[in-house]
């Protein structure tokens, strides 16, 4: 074969050179035929011109110019070719002109292009280029000689010199032609022998080559049977050469003799069949069958044959090639178990090629990403994983890698659908025995959920779990931030502190449910309310924080206050309910009232307080005294929870007088604390903070006590029975453990329900919801009566005038004062009169303090009267000497009843 592709080569090569040569024939006939054509053109206009000199006919002149025309197209064709800078089409037009064939044109062309400078040719160019002025100057005669004979015949001496100048012209032009002639014969000549003695010599060496290959074929030919021969010895395999025709072994190698244990010389001659433990029926020519050799002393080895028939000679024999593959299997084996657990873990696993290009991958890769090993096969496993932040894997990552390490870390990954998720990406490599990279192997967990999990844990930690607006812990972050730019840019940040006003009554009288859901709308509606860089934030129940950085002036926020005051008052929908709240906002600002987050924030807390003190549903601007109010308060909660350890409280009691009689026939209990350093402390300053810390419970608990074991007391000592009328807060009132707390006490003390008075204010009665009913109706069995205190100061509600128990209307001080010149006082305090005569309550009047205010009070119908007219609050042992002037008295009083002068 070798040969014959030699052969070939050979004989392509001969053909190429001859139709090379007829091509350049083909040109050299063009070249000679133009050169006719041209010299013909040349030596005729010569002839046409002096005849139109001599005679003046027209005809003579006309085949001039036709001559002189294909003399000048062949010059510009010439000069275009020449300068490389041609249109063929142009070109195309010269030849046809010059009656050139179309075979020889593109020869022609190349030949004037890039071989004007060869033998023969150079010279012929030169020759034709040298009658380029002559030809001119035959056209200017013509043209001269037209004008003359245009005007009349020229006179003969213009002939006879005209005719001169074309004969010099002539003899000038006509051997250059004859030299154009020549050069381009020779041309043709030189250039026709080189191509003949370039084509004998490719074929000398064509011919030369052909033998040389032959002879190293024959060379190697010669010792293929030495070669096969040490090939078939030293191969791995075991390779048995079989007669077809008898089944008997012709020849062995090595292999087969060390398998087996018998000698060459033993193995020729067996048959064939006897070397394996089963049977070879059925085995087909080419195909791999597995078997089981026989070895020495009994011994077997797991082996695969695969044969092939060949001729030696004319004689069929059967080649058997018998490959040990009990390594193999045992790799298979380890190979399906690896398999089988690989399919079977929930981690993708890919496994790709040296150029990172996928081999294989799990069935838990098809669940995670949607791909099938078929749709990735030959891609790189990388080009569908980014780094989080949507960048490629970079360079460092396979760095690592090749170094020897294993690489692990979070990626970006590509489903099938588009859809993109968070994975926890590992890669390793598998290296050959020269520490190449052969594989590399990558596992993948989805860790969407967990990241989503992890945002979710961390919004939590971050966020309020109701509301959704940020946590105490995150606000400050954020204020943190907002200082650190305003103190940068000279701006100011705003941190607003909101509170709701009787937030309290809401989940007393609706449910916590209620509530919750009307501190998200809350939050829905502060959020409403501010731009994209507020930050809101609930810190505490009905406590939220607004954070306003960049503003120029703290006072820049006054506008977004009160926006944030009407909101908060309008009515809001909770299911079936209608809930009408308001809101007090304290404001502190950086860098006036504080330079870290948490003293804005308490500061803005102080100024709410004080808000919500003063007014309600007002905010206030952070002043320095605010935070000495708090720290006050704070001081007073502290000590206020050691107050009852103490027993720093005591009572003072207020007579309530009869008007008619002047007699005491009540005192009401009024709580004091005698604080250790400060002295007195009115309840007024410290019962706010004690509801605050939900002390206010245990406080009545410890007043009513108190006051029926007083009771208890001017019983044993003979004191005339009066009632006493106690104190008692919405939150103890509403309590479950009320009423027994009450009836408790009273057995306790052996005392009549008649007795005691319990006074609660009208705004508590608002507070209590439903179960106030149910209370009201449970004391009202018990024989315990109750007084509604400050009424007219609230929310006046009838209802309550008409529920069990309550027997006492108190008309509150504020109504008072102004008796009798004010005629509003006297018109409401006439109307609280007559509504409690009409419907059975006795009324007692506060803060009487004239005789005028006595007088009328008497005459309008009120029942009692307290104040200082009568009384101021009295110790214990002061009211026994007023009830009993006679009894003994440990010390003497300075305060005495006053009753009112008679008229």
Not at 324 to 334: F, H, K, L, P, T
Not at 402 to 420: K, M
Not at 533 to 545: K, L, N, S
Request: charged share 25%.
């Amino acid at each position: 074969m070798p040969l014959a592709y030699a052969l070939a080569v050979a004989i392509a090569l001969i053909m190429a050179l001859t139709w090379g040569v007829l091509q350049v024939q083909l040109t050299l006939a063009g070249f000679l035929n133009s050169e006719s054509v041209w010299s013909k053109a040349q030596k005729q206009a010569v002839i046409d011109l002096d005849n139109y000199a001599l005679n003046g006919e027209a005809e003579d002149l006309a085949d001039f110019r036709r001559n002189y025309g294909l003399l000048e197209s062949d010059r510009s064709g010439r000069d275009a070719i020449a300068s490389g800078h041609f249109s063929q089409q142009e070109i195309t037009k010269v030849f046809t002109r010059g009656n050139i064939m179309p075979a020889a044109q593109p020869g022609m062309t190349f030949m004037l292009q890039y071989f004007s400078d060869a033998p023969h040719m150079k010279e012929a160019l030169e020759a034709w280029r040298s009658t380029d002025a002559s030809l001119i100057e035959l056209g200017q005669i013509a043209d001269e000689l037209q004008r003359a004979h245009s005007m009349g015949a020229p006179s003969p001496a213009e002939i006879a010199r005209q005719h001169a100048r074309i004969n010099a012209l002539n003899v000038y032009m006509e051997p250059r032609t004859n030299l154009f002639s020549i050069e381009m014969v020779r041309g043709a000549v030189w250039l026709g022998q080189l191509l003949f003695w370039g084509v004998l010599g490719a074929f000398g060496i064509a011919a030369l080559l052909w033998v040389r290959m032959a002879r190293r074929i024959l060379e190697s030919i010669r010792g293929s049977e030495e070669r096969y021969r040490l090939l078939f010895d030293s191969a791995a395999d075991a390779i048995v050469m079989v007669d077809e025709a008898s089944g008997r072994i012709l020849d062995v190698n090595r292999t087969t003799s060390a398998w087996t244990g018998r000698d060459t010389d033993e193995l020729i001659g067996d048959r064939f069949v006897h070397l394996f433990k089963q049977s070879l029926s059925g085995q087909q020519n080419g195909r791999a069958t597995s078997n089981i050799l026989l070895g020495e002393a009994g011994s077997t080895r797991l082996v695969e044959t695969q044969s092939s028939l060949a001729n030696w000679g004319e004689r069929p024999v059967r080649q058997a090639i018998i490959r040990d593959i009990s390594e193999r299997v045992a790799m298979e084996q380890e190979r399906r178990v690896a398999a089988e657990a690989l399919a079977s873990i929930a981690e993708g696993v890919i496994i790709a090629d040296a150029d990172r290009r996928v081999i294989s991958t799990n069935a838990a890769h098809t669940e995670i990403t949607g791909f099938t090993a078929q749709e990735l096969l030959g891609k790189r496993f990388d080009s569908t994983r980014t780094l989080p932040s949507g960048a490629p894997l970079p360079n460092s990552i396979w760095e690592v890698i090749t170094a020897g390490h294993n690489w692990h870390g979070e990626v970006l990954s590509t489903r099938r659908n588009g859809e993109t998720y968070p994975e926890h990406l590992s890669i390793s490599i598998i290296r050959d025995a020269d520490h190449q990279v052969l594989y590399y192997v990558a596992v993948f967990t989805n860790i969407q959920t967990a990241k989503l999990n992890q945002r979710r844990l961390e919004h939590l930690a971050r966020h309020d779990p109701l509301t959704g607006l940020v946590n105490r812990a995150e606000f400050e972050r954020h204020c943190a931030d907002a200082i650190a730019i305003a103190e940068r840019e000279r701006l100011a940040a705003v941190v607003l502190f909101i509170d709701l006003d009787a937030f309290k009554i809401v989940n007393d009288s609706y449910s916590h449910a209620i509530g919750d859901r009307l501190l998200v709308k809350v939050a829905d509606r502060i959020r409403r309310q501010l731009s994209d860089d507020d930050v809101a934030g609930r810190i505490g129940g009905d406590e939220f924080t607004v954070l306003l950085p960049r503003l120029s002036l703290r006072e820049d926020a006054r506008a977004i206050v009160s926006r944030m005051l009407a909101t908060l008052s309008e009515p809001l929908i909770v299911d079936d309910y209608e809930i009408v709240l308001s809101a007090s906002i304290g404001v502190a600002g950086y860098p006036l009232d504080g330079i870290d987050a948490a003293t804005l924030i308490a500061n803005a807390d102080a100024a709410m307080y004080t808000a919500k003190t003063e007014e309600r549903n007002a905010f206030r601007f952070y002043t320095p005294m605010m935070h000495a109010d708090t720290r006050r308060r704070l001081q007073l909660a502290t000590e206020l929870r050691q107050a009852l350890a103490r027993n720093e409280f005591h009572l003072v009691y207020q007579p309530s007088i009869e008007l008619r009689t002047g007699r005491i026939v009540a005192v009401e209990a009024l709580l004091r604390w005698k604080h250790p350093e400060r002295g007195e402390v009115l309840p007024a300053e410290f019962i706010p903070v004690a509801e605050s810390l939900g002390m206010i419970r245990r406080i009545d608990e410890w007043v009513l006590q108190a006051a029926c074991a007083q009771i208890q007391a001017w019983d044993r000592a003979g004191v005339p029975h009066i009632r006493v009328a106690v104190n008692i807060s919405a939150r103890w009132f509403g309590h479950p453990a009320f009423v027994e707390g009450v009836t408790h006490t009273l057995q306790s003390r052996q005392l009549s329900a008649r007795r005691l008075l319990l006074e609660i204010t009208e705004s508590a009665m608002l507070r209590l919801g439903d179960d106030t009913e149910r209370t009201m109706q449970t004391l009202h069995a018990l024989g315990i009566d109750v007084a509604i205190d400050d009424f007219g100061t609230g929310y006046s509600s009838m209802a309550y005038l008409k529920l069990p128990a309550v027997a006492y209307l108190k008309i509150d001080r504020s109504f008072v004062t102004g008796l009798p010149g004010d005629p509003n006082d006297v018109a409401i305090a006439e109307a609280m009169l007559a509504m409690s005569k009409s419907l059975g309550l006795s009324t007692i009047a506060e803060g009487i303090e004239t005789e005028a205010q006595h007088d009328f009070l008497l005459r309008a119908g009120c029942v009692e009267g307290q104040g200082y007219l009568y009384s101021y609050p009295l110790k214990a042992d002061e009211i026994q000497h007023l009830l009993c002037p006679n009894l003994p008295q440990a010390t003497s009083t300075r305060l005495k009843l006053v009753p009112p002068k008679r008229t």
